[in-house]
């Protein structure tokens, strides 16, 4: 409860820093024109959120009858998370990963890298799937874009105030006078990304939490956390650079750190989510529980989304 109270904290700052900005660059009228873009954002991200950010990621959707098994395993963690069955998707980058979508759980997808279905065992990315389950469960997708949202206009208003140059439609100076608009214009959209990293941080703690109670053992996410940690690095996900803005979404930070990534971190330290998930398990022998086999190479159907990679697909 605390988690779900600090978010909507901090989504309504958001939502005022949004709205001050347009008071501070444009005075009554530019307040009330964030306003209103804020509105319009946040029903344009309510309706089609899914689907703009499974196009940046060129996702290609998985159909029961080309990843049999895949399906099937998504299809039981949904009845244990009291869930639809999600769409599934692909995303053709070597870099594992995954995340979850949709305005609500009967609108939602679930998208998946096809290095983490190459790297991972079928335990691990049962984990990996039921934390997305989780975010869906929680409805933190629809929450995340609105965030991701709401930042990228307040950029955007930032901007419009420079090329204004402070000023509103009638000529008169921002309120705060010259010096105050161009303040607003830097620290604005910096302080719209730190609130942003902050609703993601608290919600992938509450995710990784019911996702361990989805797969039946906390001890398969943190596995799969683990590996998506070491295999992420000296993989480019070209797609997440090119569009940074739905790093938060992923289960594990997509970026590499070419820019000034590393600054701002969309998630919280892996070895703390390892932490706090080993520590909801019951004591063990010794290292990680048995996990089924790595699934075999099959031939690829005419059907299946791999075929047009020239892949063979390991979940036939």
Known sequence: ?????????????LTALFIGIGYGLGGQQGMV????????????????SDRVVLG?????????ES????????????????L??????VIHEDQPNAFATGRNPENAAVAVNTGLLDLMSEAE?????????????HRDTLLMTITATLAGAIGMLAQFGFLFGGR?????????????????MVVGPVAAMLVQMAISRSREYEADRLGAEICGDPRWLASGLSKLEQYKHGRVNQAAEANPASAHMFIINPLSGLRLDSLFTT?????????????????ARGGWPAAPAAPRRAAVPDASPWSSQGRRNPWG
């Not at 963690?77 to 009291?82: D, K, S, T, Y």
């Not at 990315?125 to 469960?137: D, N, P, R, Y």
């Not at 998630?267 to 004591?283: D, F, I, N």
């Open 84 to 89: 639809p069955m999600p769409a599934l998707y």
């Open 33 to 48: 024109i964030a306003f209103l873009v804020a509105c319009g954002t946040n029903l344009w991200a309510w309706w089609s």
């Open 125 to 137: 990315i049962a984990g990996v799937v039921a934390h997305e389950l989780a975010h869906i469960k």
């Open 1 to 13: 409860m605390e988690g779900y109270l600090r978010t909507a904290v901090l989504l309504a700052g």
């Open 67 to 82: 990843a049999p098994r895949l399906y099937q395993m998504v299809q039981g963690l949904a009845q244990r998370a009291g």
């Open 168 to 184: 509103d439609q009638e000529g008169r100076r921002s309120p705060f006078g010259p010096i105050g608009a161009l303040l607003l």
């Open 56 to 64: 940046m990621h060129n996702a290609e959707p998985i159909a029961p």
């Open 267 to 283: 998630h919280p330290p892996t070895e703390e989510r390892v932490r706090r998930l080993l520590a909801m398990a019951p004591p």
